[in-house]
């Protein structure tokens, strides 16, 4: 092949970027390209910075090599088959997704390619293992996680593909201005980009403490201590692809490990979307109960922190200062939304979806279901009581006080249940009793 174009998506990266690989050792010339959709801008601030860092820094990357990231704004199928075009491109090159939207765009993209007689190809690369790949014997995708994950572990996974050394762009085209930096919404939001994200990734597999252990060796332990925030913090660098969710998997190497398995929870989550795509509007269980209570007040507290439990408003307010929130708090707060207060997870899915980093329609979604037990918890009644759940992951009471400044001078665990605290203390505190109680 001559000349091939590279449509980026949400794989931001050369490591282990098998529709960019592909080009570069079939084609003589390649043609980066990333195409500002308007139809996506604008659902997050935190994602909108993020993917605006991610995508400088690919540039740079691909400039390094003798390339360039072409940007254009549009509809994706249209500026890709008008750059293809004008670059006489024998080919097109992208890695598939599972969204309805995804998935139109390249049913959209294959067709005009074909129409133009340029060859087209999907790639994986979103994943560790495929969605669709995995069969059960009586269905079309897994409904449960661990016979999933049983399967994942031991299927053949692909062989990572290497960066590309040289990428030769021909002469011609305007490379496209990348627009102002966007502000975000999160002050304390981490940077994106592959070179930020394998930086974090070096430090999670490399960084040995005094005992010899790294902090992937801790993990099983340690992921589930709010205040000691020792998981990988990786999803965004996932979400973007500015990493390849492979390669993670590989270089953390025990595919049993507890680690590779929360990558597996992606992974499942990835394919019960690619079978359900209406993951984000309808319950996925059959007959699951939907009896929500409409509460805007109520709503607005829990967003925005202040709904008496300490642990709840200091998960809530961690998701607003950083775009992240552990994973332990997410589900402390998501079951607090639903179980507690009996209000609807799309509301959830919808606050999450706007401050979220790592925020995508098949973990967005397939967590919320599953918490609010519409989706694939083979326990859907399973409540998470946020007091028990406070003294048992925070029981010294740090993330709290890190979170919610109001009860900084509340020593140990009686931050968790400030309504127990003697009457004078609790007046000097500005803080509101639970919801439940007002
Ligand atoms: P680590 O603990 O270091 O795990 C490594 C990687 O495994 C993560 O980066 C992530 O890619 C994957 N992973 C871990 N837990 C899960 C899980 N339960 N489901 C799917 N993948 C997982 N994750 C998202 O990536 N995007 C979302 O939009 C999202 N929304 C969520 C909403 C709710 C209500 C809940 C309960 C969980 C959600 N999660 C989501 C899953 C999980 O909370 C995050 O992936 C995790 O906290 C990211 O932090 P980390 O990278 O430090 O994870």
Request: aromatic residues 10%.
């Amino acid at each position: 092949m001559r000349t091939a174009v590279v449509l980026f998506t949400r794989d931001l990266r050369v490591h282990d970027q098998p529709a960019l690989a592909t080009a570069c050792a079939t084609a003589e010339q390649v043609v980066p390209l990333f195409v500002l959709d308007p139809r996506l801008a604008g659902r997050s601030a935190n994602r909108d910075r993020f993917l605006h860092q991610s995508l400088a820094d690919l540039r740079a990357t691909l400039r390094g090599l003798g390339g360039d990231l072409l940007i254009r704004h549009g509809d994706p199928v249209a500026e890709t088959i008008r750059l293809a075009r004008e670059v006489d491109a024998d080919g097109v090159t992208v890695s598939a997704d599972v969204s309805h939207y995804a998935r139109h765009r390249q049913r959209r993209l294959s067709d005009e390619c074909d129409r133009h007689r340029l060859a087209y190809r999907a790639f994986p690369g979103l994943t560790v293992v495929d969605p669709g790949a995995l069969t059960p014997t009586n269905g079309d995708h897994y409904k449960v996680f661990t016979p999933y994950f049983r399967a994942w572990a031991g299927a053949d996974w692909r062989a990572g593909c290497a960066a590309p050394e040289r990428i030769r762009l021909p002469g011609g085209p305007a490379v496209g201005r990348l627009p102002a930096l966007p502000d975000g919404e999160s002050p304390q939001a981490a940077a994106g980009g592959e070179t930020a994200g394998r930086r974090r990734l070096r430090d999670w597999l490399g960084h040995v403490d005094r005992y010899g252990d790294s902090r992937l060796d801790r993990y099983g332990d340690s992921h589930d201590d709010l205040a000691g925030d020792a998981t990988s913090r990786l999803s965004p660098y996932l979400r973007f692809g500015c990493l390849s969710p492979l390669e993670v998997a590989t270089a953390a190497g025990d595919r049993a490990g507890p680690f590779v398995r929360q990558l597996c929870w992606r992974d499942f989550h990835y394919q019960v979307a690619n079978a359900f795509p209406d993951l984000a509007t309808t319950a996925y269980r059959r007959g699951a109960s939907e009896q929500w209570r409409y509460d805007a007040d109520a709503l607005d507290v829990w967003q925005i922190g202040h709904t008496g439990v300490p642990i709840v408003d200091a998960g809530m307010r961690q998701l607003r200062a950083e775009g992240w929130m552990h994973n332990r708090a997410r589900l402390i707060t998501a079951g607090y939304l639903t179980k507690e207060i009996g209000l609807d997870w799309r509301d959830g899915l919808a606050w999450f979806g706007r401050w979220l980093l790592d925020g995508d329609l098949p973990n967005n979604s397939g967590n919320w279901q599953w918490v609010a037990g519409t989706g694939n918890d083979t326990r859907p009644h399973r409540g998470f009581n946020p007091l028990r759940q406070a003294h048992r992951f925070d029981p010294a009471g740090e993330y709290v006080r890190r979170w919610v400044p109001e009860l900084a001078g509340v020593a140990g665990a009686a931050v968790h249940e400030p309504w127990r605290l003697p009457l004078a203390v609790r007046a000097g505190l500005d803080y509101p009793p639970p919801l439940s109680e007002r």
